[in-house]
């Protein structure tokens, strides 16, 4: 009798080993299943994930508040559906912008001009010049202006598929970042040609719309006597004025800026430059 309650009593034990083991290897498979489900949810979460993001001075830094955040935490930017071009701001306040730089010749003298006169204004490089002029790029961000993108190469962008829109933006951001620490939160489009996909694409890498409400037509040399009076004439409080470091000789813009940078500043006017605030 004994032997047979033994037998019972051993062939009860295997079998609830059995049921055990059975629980435990459904509970590791669902264990699994839920990680395998949680890399795939992570790798089809979008873009953000799937960019590697490249490490810069600010990313560097222990904590928050040393820069703008990465280009995940930028990408809530809103969507503009039209760039701004005026600026909010106490008194009689204007913004003076360059495009297509930086110029190995004319761009050091805008910035010679600008530290001259302690004001501070925005550079919307292009990639190509920009990757050659990094020097150039780091002495606008030490010196306190704003580098904005302006695509790689200067193409129209209403012409480019989406594809096309971003590699001439992001292109351009990695090297404004490389060469200052910190992406760009500005960006403008060649010919103030605007479209949705730029609208988008521009906000997905963290970076705000600029136009302009001055168009000096200084690409076109009118002459430093016109492109002066072009601002003096049209100056008012919130403006922001157009003009050209490079794309061709660009001295008349030079010798306009020394011309009348000061007459605005003695008229009372606050020379500046946009920020905005990172959600």
Aim: proline share 6%; charged share 20%; with cysteine.
């Amino acid at each position: 009798m004994k032997k047979d309650q033994l037998f019972t009593r051993r062939r009860a034990l295997i079998a609830g080993a059995a049921v055990l083991g059975a629980a435990g290897a459904a509970g590791t498979a669902r264990v699994l299943t839920d990680g395998q489900a949680a890399e795939r949810s992570l790798s089809h979460s979008g873009p953000q994930a799937s960019r590697a993001l490249k490490p810069s001075a600010y990313r560097l830094q222990p904590l928050a508040g040393y820069g703008p955040p990465s280009h995940g935490a930028q990408s809530r930017t809103l969507v503009r559906h039209e760039p701004f071009s005026r600026v909010s701001g106490r008194g009689r306040t204007m913004v003076l912008t360059f495009d297509d730089g930086p110029d190995p010749h004319y761009t050091p003298e805008i910035l010679r001009i600008l530290r001259e006169y302690d004001v501070h204004g925005m550079f919307f490089v292009c990639g190509q010049m920009a990757a050659v002029g990094k020097d150039l790029l780091g002495e606008m961000a030490d010196g306190g202006h704003v580098v904005g993108n302006h695509t790689w190469s200067h193409p129209l962008l209403t012409k480019l598929s989406r594809s096309e829109i971003r590699s001439e933006m992001e292109r351009t951001s990695d090297v404004i970042e490389d060469a200052c620490g910190e992406p760009p939160a500005w960006f403008r489009a060649p010919y103030g040609e605007w479209n949705r996909a730029a609208y988008q694409i521009g906000a997905e890498l963290g970076m705000e719309p600029m136009a302009w409400t001055i168009d000096t037509l200084d690409w076109s040399r009118p002459g430093t006597r016109t492109i002066v009076g072009t601002v003096q004439k049209q100056a008012a409080p919130g403006v922001v004025v157009l003009q050209h470091d490079a794309g061709g000789d660009r001295s008349q813009s030079v010798q306009a800026l020394r011309t009348y940078l000061p007459r605005l500043l003695d008229a009372g006017y606050h020379i500046t430059v946009p920020h905005r605030k990172y959600a």
